[in-house]
T-cell receptor, first 115, second 111 residues
């Protein structure tokens, strides 16, 4: 069975500082990996995804993530955050073998950007 | 924006009453999903559909049923609502790359 663990429930950071949100997954088969963002009182929006190929994935709003198969991690990074990045971030996994698109989500990480 | 709407957006109901939430898509996607979001749990899959009249259970399906009589509509029913079903419910659809698009959510409160 697949599972996802987001290692930090809350990450406070000052504006213009770098940030890393950590995500580890467990799966016995190959995976697709995703990061979603949820702004207050809104639905989820895809930030980036890893399906195959290059392990460094670039997404919207200056975010990027690196797929590390040996460490089963998919950490999200941004070199300089803005107040508007304050939101909840979810890591999720699915697999090409499932062919149903079902996603397994982590618990979420709240990013709090302070001025 | 993916064409997904959910109705109602907010609902307050009493324990023991039936509740139906509707998800409507204009994208003609095959797969549709219902998730619930609770603090500390992220999103958890309730049920999903892979075609008209084709549905299957997810991780937290107890107390919920679904129906899909048309490609564009996916209904989630709580036969007899309980306080533990107070949550935010999200509908999602998938395109061919497993990228899910989410609706705006329905906030349900069961008193």
């Amino acid at each position: 069975a697949q599972s996802v663990t987001q290692l930090d429930s809350q990450v406070p950071v000052f504006e213009e500082a770098p940030v890393e949100l950590r995500c580890n997954y467990s799966s016995s088969v190959s995976v697709y990996l995703f990061w979603y963002v949820q702004y207050p009182n809104q639905g989820l929006q895809l930030l980036l995804k890893y399906l195959s190929g290059s392990t460094l994935v670039k997404g919207i709003n200056g975010f990027e993530a690196e797929f590390n198969k040996s460490q089963t991690s998919f950490h999200l990074r941004k070199p300089s955050v803005h107040i508007s990045d304050t939101a909840e971030y979810f890591c999720a996994v699915s697999g090409p073998s499932s062919n149903t698109g079902k996603l397994i989500f982590g618990q979420g990480t709240t990013l709090q950007v302070k001025p | 924006d993916a064409g997904i709407t959910q109705s109602p957006r907010h609902k307050v109901t009493e324990t023991g009453t039936p509740v139906t939430l509707r998800c409507h898509q204009t994208e003609n996607h095959r797969y549709m999903y219902w998730y619930r979001q609770d603090p500390g749990h992220g999103l958890r899959l309730i049920h999903y559909s892979y075609g008209v009249k084709d549905t299957d259970k997810g991780e937290v399906s107890d107390g919920y049923s679904v129906s899909r009589s048309k490609t564009e509509d996916f209904l989630l029913t709580l036969e007899s609502a309980t306080s533990s079903q107070t949550s935010v419910y999200f509908c999602a659809i998938t395109d061919s790359y497993n990228e899910q698009f989410f609706g705006p959510g329905t906030r349900l409160t069961v008193l």
